[in-house]
């Protein structure tokens, strides 16, 4: 099955820089790769995602990269701010035994997120 | 409100015990999955359905089931309760399969005494 990992667990950067999120993923046939943020006492939020057809999607100052040879993909979070701070999640579409739109999310241990002002 | 609705939002129950959360999709969401999220575990994909059947199974233990009903709403039954099991229990939905994402709803938070 599909397993994918995620670091850094912990990340604490200022008011102003930039952010990045590394995941690796094993399974050749994951095709979509969403990232979730996840604050305090709530569920995770779809913030971002890519499908293996695309190299780079950016939504404002957040950007997604895909390389797909290597199995990697990254979150990009520029111009961080305060309300940044939570706990990210990558994840990667495990198709099963159905395959093609059906399948589930396999995620990865989340990285924890502080941004200093 | 993500559309997702789980309920309870906190459990409290003894070891031995057993437990029902429950789980209303989004409007006009056929899968349902479930995933439980420990401190550092993450989140860990326990099991999927799909218009009343089920279509996956991660790592659910025996003592975990879980169904989906005629109307879509899911519920998951974790019995002989263990101090291990206390979890955040998350519940989400997607029209279809995992592309475009799912919605979480809130989470049910199980303490096990």
């Known amino acids: 099955g599909e397993n994918v990992e995620q670091h850094p667990s912990t990340l604490s950067v200022q008011e102003g820089d930039s952010a990045v999120i590394k995941c690796t993923y094993s399974?050749?046939?994951?095709?979509?790769f969403p990232w979730y943020k996840q604050e305090l006492g709530k569920g995770p939020q779809l913030i971002i995602d890519?499908?293996?057809?695309?190299g780079e999607k950016k939504d404002q100052r957040i950007a997604v990269t895909l390389n797909k040879t290597a199995k990697h993909f990254s979150l990009h979070i520029t111009e961080t701010q305060p309300e940044d701070s939570a706990v990210y999640f990558c994840?990667?579409?495990?198709?099963?035994?159905?395959?093609?739109?059906?399948?589930?999310?396999?995620f990865g241990k989340g990285t924890k997120l502080s941004v200093k002002p | 409100d993500s559309g997702v609705t789980q309920t309870p939002k906190h459990l409290i129950t003894a070891t031995g015990q057993r437990v029902t959360l429950r789980c209303s999709p989004r409007?006009?969401?056929?899968?349902v999955y479930w995933y439980q999220q420990s401190l550092d575990q993450g989140l860990q994909f326990l099991i999927q359905?799909?218009?009343?059947?089920?279509?996956a199974k991660g790592n659910i233990l025996e003592r975990f089931s879980a169904q989906q009903f005629p109307d879509l709403h899911s519920e998951l039954n974790l019995s002989s309760l263990e101090l291990g099991d206390s979890a955040l229990y998350f519940c989400a939905s997607s029209h279809s399969g995992a592309q475009g994402g799912y919605t979480f709803g809130s989470g049910t938070r199980l303490t096990v005494v």
């Open positions: 359905y799909y218009n009343g059947e089920e279509r």
């Open positions: 890519i499908r293996s057809n695309v």
């Open positions: 994840a990667a579409t495990y198709p099963g035994n159905y395959g093609g739109s059906q399948g589930n999310l396999i």
């Open positions: 399974d050749s046939a994951s095709n979509y």
């Open positions: 409007s006009g969401d056929l899968s």
